[in-house]
């Protein structure tokens, strides 16, 4: 029961900003939007999370719509060491996991 | 420094024989957890554990097992009873009531 949506694939120029974008239409009142990112044969690597308002932090920056069903993830200058995929999760904070999709994979253009 | 261990990076077995991947973290994390991926796919959860000598099952905990002994550790066995046990297997672990979690490098287990 897939919880978000996400584009498979998206590419990217370096230097330019990479917005990833994410569905998720029935996103609960008490559900957070967390993003993750792995690279080939490493574990995800925690982004940022957050639940009505935007944030940002020295990776990157989540914009939430204001009904909250969806979201995009920014990296605002990518570089070649960003090509990984990225998933988005929905998460209420009373859970035990986190239900990871297939992501989507952005690669980076020199 | 600190962070989540797992050892070993490749690991290879024969079929029928059990084995156990270790993980480690000294972030001070209540609660631990063990996921496993395959090709493309994304992550499913075998166990998890909240708590010191307490754990429970995830979506896929048949043919496996695991201990919470101490805090820090909290090893999985892949057991004989696995049908498909080739794949990445990653650790993770978390604050109480935080649900940020971290991961660790994850161990690739092939079984010849």
């Known amino acids: 029961d897939a919880k978000t949506t996400q584009p498979p694939s998206m590419d990217c120029a370096e230097g330019r900003a990479a917005n990833l974008p994410c569905n998720h239409s029935?996103?609960?009142?008490?559900?957070?939007v967390y993003w993750y990112r792995q690279i080939h044969s490493q574990g995800p690597q925690y982004i940022i999370h957050?639940?009505?308002n935007n944030e940002t932090n020295e990776m990157a920056s989540l914009i939430i719509t204001e009904d909250r069903k969806s979201s995009t993830l920014i990296l605002p200058h990518a570089t070649l060491r960003d090509t990984a995929v990225y998933y988005c999760?929905?998460?209420?904070?009373?859970?035990?996991?986190?239900?990871f999709g297939t992501g989507t994979s952005l690669t980076v253009i020199p | 420094d600190g962070g989540i261990t797992q050892s070993p990076k490749y690991l290879f077995r024969k079929e029928g024989q059990n084995v156990t991947l270790s993980c480690e973290q000294n972030?001070?994390?209540?609660?631990m957890y063990w996921y496993r991926q395959d090709p493309g796919q994304g992550l499913r959860l075998i166990y998890y554990?909240?708590?010191?000598?307490?754990?429970q099952k995830g979506d896929i905990a048949e043919g496996y097992s695991v201990s919470r002994e101490k805090k820090e550790s909290f090893p999985l066995t892949v057991t004989s009873a696995q049908k498909n046990p080739t794949a990445f297997y990653l650790c993770?672990?978390?604050?109480?009531?935080?649900?940020?979690?971290?991961f660790g490098p994850g161990t690739r287990l092939t079984v010849l």
């Open positions: 993770a672990s978390s604050m109480a009531r935080e649900y940020v979690q971290f």
């Open positions: 029935t996103i609960s009142g008490n559900e957070y």
């Open positions: 957050g639940l009505k």
């Open positions: 999760i929905v998460q209420a904070n009373t859970g035990n996991q986190f239900y």
């Open positions: 972030l001070n994390h209540d609660a």
């Open positions: 554990s909240q708590i010191v000598n307490d754990f």
